[in-house]
């Protein structure tokens, strides 16, 4: 009877942030994040390859969010701005491997004081610790490198099925599908008729390692399975609230470590029995800084000024579509290469890049070395020229229509009918970047904590250069 009345309550029009107030019953938490998987190799977002029921089943449950980005294209920092709900330059800890601002609060620590357990199995990749207080869940590889990708899931059955009064938050983080992609059946894959997508080099090798990457999105599809298992078991799927995402790109060229879609898109679905209609889609923009504050307001907390990001219940609801206007994304490649700064901003419909040192040649060293990479470079086609000379030598400005390039293959930044949208689109990252004190260029150098504590990033602009 109670949860009943949890669930009218969430369904009428009371804020939401109250109702969970006024209930001594709160919902549980289940956040699965993927590790280097591209949004259109998820069955419900258009894979043509391979087959994801576990998380096709999560999307006829719920809702599927067809704009959801990260804002950075790397590990650290997406983790980063997940845990704190911080634009990377806000926190401070937006280059690969670097570490937070000393000060900055996450999400074990908001939802602890909300009465939350909050656990975390699998890859952490998160710097200070300190500021990071998860309760470390067993089970899950931690190492996102490691070749080896066995797991159990006795530690989140524990962490789930505790005796306690306490909610849960426990955030299953896999490493898959991670490089070196040893896990999953690869056999299962056909080289021969692979349909890869078309920013990439069509070589053996790249089939060969394409495969090898998608049987490690099978593995990761059996693991959400497995949790989803467990939830149903111990009859915690009425009142538990689960979001999957899929992380930036995988680690081929043009994805991972770049600002176009195949790397700051993801895959984003929400289920939440008896509050989220199932079947249903929307396309407001949302980012991933928005997860913490929605997980502060369904535990009846009030989302504090820092958190950059906005809640999302209104959308889990069904009240509204629109969300965010503008998505905004950063890349510094230092430590992963040379210096090569990039910013970029989408309204849905158009993506603007901004290369901020056009004259440079784009290096990530791990890309380089590997196998199906060393294979581009020796086809001498027009296709392999193409696509390398894009992934490598890019103009100041790239403007695409998303919707119709979802690749991002024609640029539209020269043409004359694009002045005005290209104008607007510079206008307002230029604002964003002032708002987040990103001074561009002198930003993608070696990282030095900054000990002090996160401001408001509106309380004191500085300058843009």
């Known amino acids: 009877m109670e949860k009943s009345l949890i669930s009218l309550c969430l369904l009428s029009g009371l804020s939401i942030g109250n109702s969970f107030a006024q209930t001594p019953s709160k919902p549980n938490i289940l956040l699965i994040v993927a590790d280097d998987c591209a949004y259109y190799d998820i ?36 983790r980063h701005c997940l845990y704190t709900g911080m634009y990377p330059m806000h926190h401070g800890g937006y280059a690969n491997h670097s570490r937070v601002n000393d000060d900055v609060k996450s999400l074990p620590s908001y939802l602890g004081e909300l009465g939350y ?8 990749h998160i710097n200070p610790l300190a500021n990071f207080p998860f309760e470390e869940v067993s089970g899950f590889p931690k190492g996102c490198t490691s070749p ?16 306690t009064s306490q909610p849960f938050c426990l955030v299953l983080a896999s490493i898959n599908p991670h490089v070196p992609w040893t896990g999953g059946n690869a056999s299962v894959f056909d080289r021969k008729k692979l349909q890869l997508p078309p920013h990439f080099v069509d070589t053996e090798a790249t089939r060969e390692y394409y495969a090898r990457y998608l049987a490690e999105i099978g593995l990761l599809d059996q693991q959400i399975g497995d949790a989803m298992k467990i939830l149903q078991d111990k009859d915690l799927l009425k009142n538990t609230l689960i979001i999957f995402i899929s ?12 600002n176009w879609s195949a790397g700051v898109k993801s895959a984003m679905l929400a289920s939440w029995k008896g509050v989220i209609r199932p079947g249903t889609e929307t396309s407001a923009i949302v980012q991933y800084e ?27 609801q069904g009240k509204t579509e629109k969300h965010h206007k503008y998505a905004y994304h950063v890349h510094n490649n230092i430590p992963e290469g040379p210096a090569y700064p990039i910013r970029s901003i989408s309204d849905g419909k158009y993506r603007l890049i901004w290369n901020l040192t056009p004259e440079a040649t784009y290096i990530e060293k791990h890309i380089e070395k590997n196998e199906w990479h060393v294979s581009w470079k020796t086809q001498d086609t027009e296709q392999a020229r193409r696509i390398l000379k894009r992934y490598q030598h890019r103009p100041e400005y790239e403007l695409y229509d998303i919707t119709k390039d979802p690749f991002e293959l024609d640029n539209l930044a020269d043409k004359i009918e694009y002045k005005q949208k290209k104008a607007e689109l510079i206008r307002e990252l230029e604002s964003w970047m002032k708002q987040q004190k990103d001074t561009g260029i002198d930003k993608d150098v070696p990282r030095t904590p900054n000990k002090k504590r996160a401001q408001n990033p509106s309380a004191a602009l500085l300058p843009f250069s």
């Open 290 to 316: 928005d997860i913490l504050p929605t997980f502060i307001e369904i535990a009846g907390g009030n989302v504090p000024d820092v958190i950059d990001g906005k809640s999302l219940v209104n959308i889990l």
């Open 247 to 258: 992380e930036q790109g995988p680690q081929f060229a043009g994805a991972k470590w770049t």
């Open 148 to 163: 080896k990708t066995d797991y159990t899931t006795d530690g989140i059955k524990e962490f789930m099925g505790r005796e």
């Open 43 to 78: 069955g419900c977002f258009g894979a043509v390859n391979n087959k994801t029921p576990n998380i096709d089943a999560l999307a006829r449950q719920g809702i599927k969010f067809n704009c959801a980005y990260n804002s950075v294209s790397m590990s650290t920092p997406t």
């Open 117 to 124: 357990r909050v656990g975390l199995a699998g890859k952490w």
